[in-house]
């Protein structure tokens, strides 16, 4: 039985209590969150092929033996992070499509596999500017039943950080996670990780499926569900500067005195430099003591302070800095999107001291 709180049966969507994903850098996979667009598949890793093909010198049709000795191994820490992650801070602005996550569609884990650009360079790609990829997986797309597919541009592919993943913190990835395989692309959203991979195409354009033509795209603010022009929208890859308060939680009640405020922050491309945490509303600001991984920049930071908050009601608010002195927007309404993505505004959480 799962402990994480499920949005959705079916598709399985769910996300962990957030003092329980605050507890450890590393995300259990039990306490990592699941984000699925259809049927979790049944794939056995003894018969599971790799197919690689589209513009390339030598088509590759992959077993998963095949694959693990096709190069050395790699473990590489990363987050992996939902575009709608926070999405429930967004919708008290207008309502949005999709689930309500609080900041928990997101976690950290130690990924193993081989390098992307390994296997591309076994099928000799050409210079061609995207891989597309495809799951197992069907999904409801834009009112048709399709196969998941996204793709990457090419630069980040060829990245050394970009996985082919069979492990997740040392064990077998987790059904729900991709078994027997998924990608993994540091730092982009988790929409462009595609679990339960089955093919790799190597072609000059972006994947024409629906989950990357019509979804995770965001939108401005002007446009609704109705008016709609997949176009007009940004193609989500790389996440946004991000923290969450994670304890205490909304509406916790408190006494008064010294209180443990605990959360996370997460780096957009340069590192997180500070982050501050208000007691008011965002008046007054003390600044958070950081943990973080040197070793691994894509992890996420943790940060703790304490507040002596007196008997009343108190509005707390993260935000994080990165190395160019960029922070988060203040309110919501400032990133509002009918998509419900990306949600960075500034982290408030209600608490109430008697
Ligand atoms: N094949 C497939 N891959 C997928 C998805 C999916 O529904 N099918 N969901 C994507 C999205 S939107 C996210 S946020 C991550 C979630 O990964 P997780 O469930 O392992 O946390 O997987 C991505 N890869
Ligand atoms: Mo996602």
Redesign the pocket.
């Given at each position: 039985m799962t402990s994480l709180i499920v949005h959705s049966a079916a598709?399985f969507n769910a996300e962990p209590n957030l003092d329980r994903l605050r507890a450890s850098f590393v995300t259990d996979a039990e306490d990592?969150?699941?984000?699925?667009?259809?049927d979790i598949p049944q794939l056995d890793a003894a018969t599971h092929r790799l197919r690689i093909d589209g513009l390339v010198d030598r088509p590759l049709d992959l077993s998963m033996p095949e694959l693990r000795d096709l190069a050395p191994h790699r473990t590489v820490g990363a987050v992996?992070?939902?575009?709608?992650n926070r999405r429930a801070d967004l919708q008290p602005v207008k309502p949005t499509t999709g689930d309500p996550w609080a900041p928990g569609?997101i976690?950290y884990a130690r990924w193993t596999g081989i390098p992307l650009y390994e296997v591309l360079r076994a099928a000799g790609a050409s210079a061609a500017s995207h891989v597309a990829f495809t799951?197992?997986?069907v999904?409801e797309e834009a009112g048709q039943r399709v196969r998941?597919g996204v793709s990457i541009g090419m630069q980040r592919a060829l990245q050394d950080d970009v996985l082919l993943a069979w492990a997740m913190n040392d064990k077998p990835l987790k059904r729900?996670?991709?078994y027997p395989l998924?990608l993994m692309v540091p730092g982009y959203?988790?929409?462009r990780?595609?679990?339960?991979?089955t093919s790799i195409t190597v072609q000059d354009r972006p994947s024409d499926n629906p989950m990357q033509q019509q979804d995770?795209k965001l939108l401005p603010p002007d446009i609704d569900a109705e008016t709609v022009d997949w176009n007009a929208g940004l193609t989500i890859d790389a996440m946004p500067l991000n923290s969450a308060i994670c304890t205490p939680q909304a509406d916790a009640i408190l006494s008064p005195g010294c209180t443990e405020v605990r959360g996370y922050a997460i780096a957009s491309g340069r590192a997180v430099a500070r982050v501050d945490v208000s007691p008011d509303g965002g008046r007054h600001w003390v600044q958070a003591a950081l943990q973080r991984d040197p070793e691994e920049p894509a992890a996420w930071i943790f940060w703790q302070t304490t507040l002596d908050l007196p008997a009343g009601e108190h509005e707390l608010v993260v935000r994080a800095w990165d190395e160019a002195g960029q922070t988060q927007p203040a309110s919501a309404a400032e990133v509002w999107n009918f998509k419900g993505y990306l949600c960075a505004a500034w982290h408030r959480v209600k608490v109430i001291v008697t």
């Open positions: 598709p990592f969150y699941v984000r699925s667009h259809g992996l992070q939902c575009a709608g569609a976690g799951g197992a997986d999904v998941y729900e996670h991709g998924r959203a988790g929409v990780s595609p679990k339960w991979l995770y």
